[in-house]
């Protein structure tokens, strides 16, 4: 058999690798942590670590970066990224977008921690930007609901309770209850901070930046960009109005100084 005839043979089983995001529509792209329950249970404390949440702000950061994004979400283990809707990243093809997203994560946290760590990746898909705003809320509602029930998990575990008897404790239990076991242990979840309860949003930001012309000896300006680490995300509304307003952006050049 000629080379090339098994070659055109086995590429034709490629089936996936001509997946592509459909044109002019808006990628998000949402990385997982895999096996993370066991991995805290290892490496961190619980219910929220600082040591753990800089790592997911570094990997957020790192995406945001080398996949062109305009603006990254990170709550818990997971982290969002929408890309441009003109975006030609990978010719927008899907395998790419996920093998690379969750190589990414998976490098940069693994890196931090010293000790492997897995993301798996998909692609969700944004006909308008009306969705994309939409995403961003029901992943932010999300945040909310996960820091609630986390905080009332493991302060019953704290006391003694066994997994069975915290889940069963919490099951059926709503908003308003889950507070008020909260409170009854001395802890206001109102105080809770805000980038627990509402996650953590990453975007670019433009600065001024003064410089020395090196022949005539003046002071020059010229405008940058960087990414602003926003852990004091607004909810509702004024959430949508900021994911509006960094999404109406559409470049995708995103070099740092």
């Not at 890196?111 to 992943?139: E, T």
């Not at 433009?206 to 003046?218: A, I, M, S, Y």
């Amino acid at each position: 058999m000629k080379t090339d005839d098994l070659e055109e043979r086995m590429r034709e089983l490629e089936w996936f690798h001509a997946l592509r995001v459909l044109p002019t529509a808006w990628p998000v792209i949402r990385v997982d942590g895999r096996s993370f329950t066991r991995l805290s249970d290892q490496h961190f404390e619980r219910p929220f670590d600082v040591r753990f949440h800089d790592m997911m702000v570094k990997a957020a950061e790192t995406l945001l970066i080398e996949l062109h994004g305009l603006y990254a979400f990170t709550e818990s283990d997971e982290i969002s990224l929408v890309l441009p809707a003109d975006t030609d990243l990978f010719n927008r093809e899907v395998e790419k977008l996920v093998s690379v997203s969750a190589g990414i994560a998976s490098s940069i946290f693994t890196l931090a921690l010293g000790s492997p760590a897995h993301f798996d990746s998909r692609v969700w898909v944004g006909p308008s930007a009306q969705h994309v705003l939409d995403y961003f809320r029901w992943r932010q509602s999300d945040a909310a609901r996960c820091c609630l029930n986390g905080w009332c998990y493991w302060t019953l575990r704290k006391e003694g309770q066994s997994v069975k008897q915290a889940s069963e404790a919490l099951d059926g239990k709503n908003f308003s209850e889950k507070n008020e076991l909260l409170f009854a242990r001395g802890i206001n979840f109102n105080d809770v901070p805000l980038w627990q309860r509402h996650g953590v949003g990453l975007y670019w930001e433009q600065f001024e930046k003064e410089g020395l012309n090196p022949v005539t000896g003046e002071i020059t300006k010229a405008m940058r960009r960087r990414i602003h680490v926003d852990k004091n995300l607004p909810r509702g509304d004024a959430y949508t109005e900021l994911v509006a307003r960094v999404i109406a952006s559409t470049t995708s050049e995103t070099s740092v100084c």
